[in-house]
């Protein structure tokens, strides 16, 4: 059976015991009901992860001690997904799907035909509704890499993403060239590259001047596929070929 995983701050596994405190430790002691000398593993979100042993359980704190720590790399190349905001409950449906699919970056976008406006006296809490999302599905995955889940951006701070990218892809119905065949720029996997950004529209499409934008920044528009995908489920669709194609699946 797989051991259970948590996740710790970044730093806590250069040390040889490790407390989990907060609500991980209350999960594993309370709701996990683990027990003295069962196997965990431990994780910080960036890339290491320790296979460590049970040694004291407290009311809501479990202590453990490390056995074996590897560090992962980083996935190469980096995948932003920018998601113009879902309606109400299918925002974190996107998150969830997305980061147990392998995303490295999740950028919330405030496109001008969102049904769904994050006002700013409620922005902090959905953004927080967002991470949380993204680090419990990160937990189910057993990723070793947290997603990021960047600041509500507007339509130029997606152009500036897609400015810096290696390959901007602008997910579009009419667009001629298929995501399945978009010809991949060499140097992708190479430091500093930038990396691929996906721009996902919301529900009512992506307005010209936004498209504007888009193209003035460099991107490439695609074609998903033949059927019409809601916007919460069409970035774990594009991530999947994506991935696929640059050889990290």
Request: with cysteine; net charge neutral; hydrophobic share 45%.
């Amino acid at each position: 059976m797989t051991p259970p995983l948590f996740l710790t701050e970044p730093g806590a596994l250069d040390q040889e015991r490790v407390v989990l405190s907060g609500a991980e430790g209350r999960h594993a002691a309370t709701v996990r009901r683990l027990a003295v000398g069962e196997v965990v593993d431990l994780a910080d979100g960036a890339g290491t992860r320790a296979r460590c042993v049970v040694t004291g359980v407290g009311k809501d704190t479990l202590s453990c001690t490390v056995e074996e720590r590897t560090t992962d790399p980083a996935p190469k190349p980096s995948i932003t997904v920018v998601q113009a905001l879902p309606k109400s409950d299918r925002a974190e449906l996107a998150v969830e799907v997305m980061t147990e699919a392998g995303v490295d970056t999740i950028v919330p976008w405030a496109a001008e035909r969102c049904v769904t406006r994050w006002k700013p006296e409620r922005a902090a809490k959905a953004l927080a509704k967002w991470r949380a999302t993204a680090r419990e599905a990160g937990k189910q995955a057993r990723r070793s890499w947290i997603p990021e889940v960047g600041d509500l951006a507007a339509t130029s701070g997606v152009a500036s993403l897609v400015f810096g990218a290696a390959l901007g892809i602008v997910l579009h119905e009419d667009a001629a060239e298929p995501l399945s065949t978009l010809p991949l720029p060499a140097g992708l996997t190479e430091p500093g590259s930038g990396g691929i950004v996906l721009v996902v529209g919301p529900e009512g499409g992506m307005t010209g001047n936004e498209l504007r934008a888009f193209d003035e920044a460099g991107a490439t528009r695609a074609l998903l596929g033949p059927t019409v995908l809601r916007t919460s489920t069409a970035g774990v669709a594009a991530l999947a070929v994506v991935q696929a194609r640059c050889g990290r699946w």
